[in-house]
């Protein structure tokens, strides 16, 4: 194989183009070395060479020719004409598949079938080929034999392949046998000659000319045979070719058909897809004029509306003004609420005015009042209004640049452009500073907004210029906004012909670069606003509703960040405590001085602030905004749902968003009530006032829940301790007789009064002990086991249990819980007096224990009546019960669900009617501490079961 790689190599390209590619690739094994036949070479050389060959060639079919090249005399020498003349294919492949290992070490060929015309075979190599290179030189090696007889060559099918996975390379090669050789001529000549001889001896004819002309016809009838015989093979061979293109012209007439029919078909659907497209695009088509006659009439009704908002507003803005000039005869807080409604209006102010920018627009109505305006000296008006924001940030506020060409624009369009600029960076610059800078070049004046703030994504920057869309659309978005400002800067400035552009890095800052151009060329005269304006706007007015660039926004833009939170004392310090959560610093600043007149009131400026200001302070109602910076009010309220301490805190959610998807997430998150913005006052005072009674309410409730569990206590130890009691005192009167001499000296009398009364005497304190172990409470919690917890429980409970009713144990938790003894154990007395009620006179309540790695398990079941599956979802409701009216209270399930939750577990309930109900306690493991008690850390030390009753 490697031979005739060799030599195919260098006679396709030439003896000196092998020695060059030797020289450059430094292979290890010189060339001569390599061109002899006797030396062996190692399969990683051979495949390294294989490589080099075969990528210098640049043919991809170079190993399959170059293995086909073994069948010529270069490569075989002497034996390939001694093969010629006295081999057949058939031999051919057999000696060479069976002397293969004699120049192949790492490898052999194994022959599975052989016959005249087909040999199967499986080559097997000790060392995984790398890739298919061998695979390929090996298969023309194999099917260049035939060509020695010039007959075509052999067809070579891959099976497999070691290189692919399998244990071996195995092939079936299919060949043409040789023709026939001619013999009928030699017969018929021999025939002949022997019948001349024959004719000469027996004087027939003379001896040369019988043998001559007899030979002749002889050697004519022989060649008339093998011509015969040739070509009834050739008809057959013809016969078997027509058979064969007859077959393959149905196949391809059947192939025609199929694809006539698929071509059809796929005719059909086209023309049925082209249809549907064309449906579709008419729909569209309609669609679209109809989306575009609902934007013409959303923008009219944007235009009309923002026009009959001015109306009343400006009335407003007049009285409020006209007030504030009359301020010094006002109350102080009459004059506060002006100041805050005057503000607020003008920030409506500049919302209308932006819609209607936007709708003018949008609607094509937008007309310019071109004018020549000198940037620089424009910007240095602007800029100064902001300082007083900026001092307050402690940021730097700088122009930079110097005059520059005018440029023909509308000035109050501008104007707009470059106050929502500023207004964005400095509300997003928290440090650092803003640059404003000016240039220009040859056809364009460029400004350029530059900040440190906290940057844009990557992913929002393509859509901070669309209308309506923000960076941030969460519920904990720091910055405030409608989507309005960038919009209408990009839209404005393409009506000048100019544009905006944006980059930004995350944590870095934002560049925003403004370009306007030059000249008069981009001035369209079918903008160009031809009515003259009685009565101007004042700047001054116009942008003062939104921006800090007016003394009197002291608050404005800067939030809550730099409002901080103060505490009220208000009532009184037995007034209830309400926290308000609240980002906006006068929303939040307006509540509070409403509730300080009846309560005590604490301050949170977000989500996150209000969750640790309730951990520490415990307020008794919470009143939450629900969109807030850091940690919004639904996140603060699941968190302060899943904690012990804060989950039964009251919590009023106050939001702007009216929807009912947005009360239920509300609602369903464990708020208390939802009252949406704007809202009444009194209705705000009316609905903590609710709150605050009703949690009073269910506080006294929980109260009367204990004392019946006391009465219960009591009556059950007076129960128990009765009969020892009598013992007792049954005892002492002999004794005392005995002592005053009222009656006989029996020292085995007295001796057995005296065991009584040490009995009776253990007894009643074995039952004092009970109920201490019972009504134990703990302010930390500690830990316990829930063996002696459930047996103490029963202890005080005995008396209660039928005769007929088993109570069995199955205590298999040896680790302690961490918790409150006394509050646990009131909800094993309501769970387990629920279950013997069940029951009746006779039936069976199980107790059982186990644990996992995290929780602690406590099962209770019976075999009582069962629950009605209509009552399962109201059972931890408060107030609902089951029994007959006047047995209960309605509140054991409801405290004993609240208890379980302080603990940090869960409780869960599944009954069937008629057959039992049964209650799972989930509490959380702790890492164990020492017991006070040794009895109790014994009892912890090993399972137990038992029965009682």
């Not at 069976?98 to 000790?126: C, K, P, W």
């Not at 679209?288 to 013409?296: I, K």
Request: charged share 25%; net charge negative; aromatic share 6%.
């Amino acid at each position: 194989m490697l031979r005739s790689v060799m030599l195919y190599f260098e006679r396709t390209y030439g003896r000196d183009r092998l020695v060059r590619l030797w020289q450059r690739e430094a292979l290890p094994l010189s060339l001569s070395y390599v061109e002899t036949l006797t030396n062996f070479v190692s399969v990683g050389f051979t495949e390294r060479l294989f490589d080099v060959l075969d990528k210098d060639s640049g043919d991809p079919d170079f190993m399959t020719k170059a293995g086909r090249s073994i069948a010529s005399p270069d490569a075989v020498g002497f034996l390939y004409y001694m093969m010629k003349a006295l081999a057949t294919p058939r031999s051919v492949y057999e000696r060479a598949l069976e002397l293969d290992h004699t120049y192949n070490r790492v490898g052999g060929f194994h022959i599975d079938a052989l016959t005249d015309s087909r040999v199967q075979v499986r080559y097997v190599s000790r060392i995984r080929e790398r890739d298919r290179k061998f695979c390929r030189a090996r298969q023309g090696n194999l099917s260049a034999f035939p060509a020695i007889w010039n007959l075509p060559l052999a067809e070579v099918k891959e099976l497999r392949c070691q290189v692919d996975g399998a244990d071996c390379c195995e092939y079936d090669i299919r060949w043409q046998n040789l023709p026939p050789l001619a013999w009928r001529y030699i017969v018929g000549g021999m025939a002949g000659m022997v019948a001349g001889l024959l004719s000469g001896t027996l004087n027939l004819a003379p001896p040369m000319f019988a043998v001559s002309s007899l030979g002749m016809v002889g050697i004519a009838a022989g060649a008339w045979l093998d011509t015969r015989a040739a070509l009834l093979r050739k008809d057959a061979q013809l016969s078997e070719q027509h058979q064969g293109l007859q077959t393959s012209l149905e196949d391809l007439q059947r192939r025609n058909e199929e694809i006539f029919r698929a071509n059809k078909a796929l005719e059909d659907r086209v023309a049925e897809r082209t249809q549907e497209l064309s449906e579709a695009n008419s729909k569209l088509e309609t669609a679209l004029v109809r989306q575009q006659e609902l934007d013409r009439l959303k923008s009219e009704f944007f235009d009309n509306v923002s026009h009959e908002l001015r109306t009343p507003l400006t009335l407003i803005l007049l009285t409020l003004e006209s007030l504030e000039k009359r301020a010094e005869g006002l109350p102080p807080v009459v004059a506060q609420h002006v100041v805050t409604m005057e503000r607020n209006a003008q920030r409506l102010l500049r919302l209308i005015n932006n819609l209607l920018d936007l709708a003018q627009l949008e609607s094509g109505k937008a007309r310019l009042r071109y004018q020549p305006l000198e940037l620089h000296s424009f910007l240095s008006t602007v800029v100064p209004p902001f300082n007083s924001m900026a001092e307050r940030q402690g940021v730097l506020l700088a122009l930079e640049g110097a005059e520059v060409t005018p440029v023909h624009v509308d000035l109050d369009r501008m104007d707009v452009v470059f106050t929502n600029l500023l207004s964005n960076a400095l509300k997003f610059t928290q440090a650092g500073g803003v640059t404003v800078r000016v240039r220009e070049d040859d056809s364009d004046v460029h400004v350029e907004v530059i900040d440190t703030g906290m940057g844009i994504a990557a992913q929002d920057i393509a859509v901070i210029f669309d209308r309506f869309s923000q960076a941030d659309t969460s519920g904990t978005r720091r910055f405030g906004g409608t989507g309005i400002g960038l919009a209408l800067v990009k839209e404005t400035l393409e009506l000048h012909a100019g544009g905006i552009s944006v980059t930004s890095v995350l944590g870095q800052g934002s560049t925003f670069r403004v370009r306007l151009p030059k000249g008069t060329a981009h001035i369209r005269e079918d903008l160009r606003e031809r009515r003259q304006t009685a009565m101007p706007v004042r700047r001054e007015r116009r942008i003062s509703g939104g921006y800090p660039s007016v003394e009197r926004g002291s608050m404005e833009l800067t939030g809550a960040a730099n409002a901080p939170a103060r505490d009220h004392v208000g009532a009184g310090p037995e007034a209830a405590r309400i926290m308000v959560v609240e980002d906006d610093a006068e929303i939040r600043g307006f509540i509070a001085r409403l509730l300080t007149q009846h309560y005590q009131v604490l301050e949170a400026v977000n989500g996150e602030d209000g969750r640790n200001r309730a951990l520490r302070d415990r307020p008794d109602l919470i009143v939450s905004d629900v969109m807030m910076p850091v940690m919004s009010g639904l996140q603060m309220l699941t968190a302060l749902r899943s904690d012990p301490q804060t989950v039964d805190i009251p919590v009023i959610l106050l939001t702007a968003r009216q929807e009912v998807s947005a009360k239920v997430e509300g609602l369903g998150t464990g708020a208390n009530d939802y009252l949406s913005k704007p809202f009444s006052p009194r209705e705000l005072l009316a609905r903590i006032e609710t709150q605050l009674r009703l949690r009073e309410a269910a506080v006294r409730a929980a109260e009367n829940e204990r004392l019946a569990a006391i009465g219960l206590l009591t009556s059950g130890f007076a129960h128990e301790v009765r009969n020892p009691l009598n013992g007792l005192m049954n005892a002492l009167l002999p004794l005392k007789d005995m002592l005053t001499g009222g009656g006989a000296t029996d020292v085995d009398l007295s001796k057995a009064m005296l065991e009584v009364v040490e009995e009776c005497g253990q007894r009643i304190r074995h039952l004092a002990e009970s109920l201490l172990s019972f009504t134990r409470t703990s302010e930390a919690p500690v830990m316990l086991s829930l063996d002696s917890s459930l047996d103490s429980t029963l202890s005080v409970l005995t008396w209660k249990v039928p005769p007929d009713v088993k109570v069995e144990r199955a205590y298999h938790c040896v680790e302690p819980v961490r918790g409150n003894p006394g509050a646990l154990n009131q909800v094993w007395l309501n769970l387990l007096d629920n279950a013997l009620r069940a029951v009746g006179p006779q039936g069976r309540v199980r107790i059982a224990t186990s644990n996992t790695a995290e929780e602690a398990i406590v099962t209770i079941s019976d075999d009582g009546e069962g629950i009605r599956p209509e009552d399962m979802d109201r059972l931890f409701q408060p107030f609902f019960s089951t029994r007959a009216a006047g047995e209960g209270t309605g509140l054991g399930l409801a405290l004993s669900r609240r208890i379980v939750i302080q603990h940090g577990g869960h409780i869960s309930l599944t009954s069937t009617l008629g057959q039992g109900t049964q209650v799972e306690v989930r509490l959380p493991l702790r890492s164990a501490v020492p017991l006070s008690s040794g009895t109790a850390s014994e009892r912890a030390s090993e399972p137990r079961i038992g029965r009682l009753g």
